[in-house]
């Protein structure tokens, strides 16, 4: 047996991979997968994309890499101006990063530069929510609401004010409007306990990745968080480092919505999975204050190198081309309709929930109830499995808390067509069978 220098996670034994192309990846034993998952979310536009690879050799052969301080580069700039168009105008400025983890760094430490410019230091707290995952570095860990994840380290991060989020699969309360209600009321409560001059920002994703299954917002919710934002001062931060750059079927996922957030964090999509390069987008006065005081005190080598913003400017480029974003709406209500057909056929799917090409399934031992699976039945685990073994690859996640049944999303490339759409399902559907 030969050892592998390499650790993650644990897991089953994996099969090595060939090659991919359009929604299909092969294993070196010639067995096909449809990836239903785009990977990590993030190969958007499928595998092998010949337009892709052209744009990231042409810049290879200019140049792959300068630093931003010694250089304007080209690419960064026609980047930098596609994504200020796609929020309308709403943000003008853009940061640029490697990962989504550095994206929500970014966006921590710009938020509270923005307040010690500004004469307020006191201002220390963000609120964030309990589920949630913003990434993997001590800040973005800080706020990050997923225990397993959180308590190794929870003595060393800077920690947040975690406050539930709305969960209309679960909600308590008769309707969905009192529902709402008790969750802001709940998250004003831990704002006013801090002190509301202490609060920094609130940070949240639109619709749930990894951690949630696709959990949604709606309006009231998005306008009662920016309500309280502008009565304590603080900023508002969306992430969408996973839902953004066109995965919900429009450019951002507030765009749903229509309530516009102060600093918004992306990455996973915008490099396509072809190379790593996010973005923190950010209301220009702030930008402004910070600069203003003597520059945003934070940077990552490769961001905004040349190579990684001309990856993102053709995947932003082909979705245009394409009118993907039409196609993930499209084929966003044919996976719904399937994913509904097949809660129908168990009693144990629980939830189906999503927007454009991103759903997610939560599990369930009983539908009246709601009552999460055993941790140790590992079911995530197993499904994902099964739907592997019917060629087919799903996003899955564990428990979180007891609170919640073991989900998975399906999230597939925004290239999909009907027919694969159709076979996506049913792979599903024999796995769950
Ligand atoms: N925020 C959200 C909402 C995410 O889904 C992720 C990744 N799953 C991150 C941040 C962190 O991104 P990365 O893994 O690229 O650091």
Known sequence: MTTSPLFYQAGPAMPEVSHGQGVFLWDTRGKEYLDGCSGAISCN???GRQDI???????LDRVAFTYRTQFENAPAMALGNALVEMTEGALK???FVSSGSEAVESALKLARQYFTTRGEPQRRHFVSLRPSYHGSTLGALGVTGYQPLEAPFADITSG???VPGPDFYRRPEADRETHVRRVLDETRERIETAGGDTVIAIVVEPVGGASTGARLVDRAYLKGLRALCDEFGCLLIFDEVLCGVGRTGRWFAYQHW???????TTAKGLGAGYYPVGALLCREDIVETVMAGGGFQHGHTYAGNPLACATGLAAVEAIRREGLLDNVNARGRQLQRGLEALKARHDWIGDVRGLGLLWGMELVMDPVGKTPFPADANLFA??????????LLIYPRRTLDGRAGDHFLVSPPFTIDED???LLLERLGRALD
């Open 45 to 47: 536009l499928g595998h």
């Open 53 to 59: 690879r052209d744009a990231m050799t042409a810049q």
């Open 93 to 95: 400025k853009v940061f």
């Open 160 to 162: 947040s004010l975690k």
């Open 258 to 264: 229509g309530v516009v957030p102060d600093l918004l």
């Open 382 to 391: 197993r499904v994902t499995a099964l739907a592997k073994e019917e060629g």
């Open 420 to 422: 694969e759409t159709v």
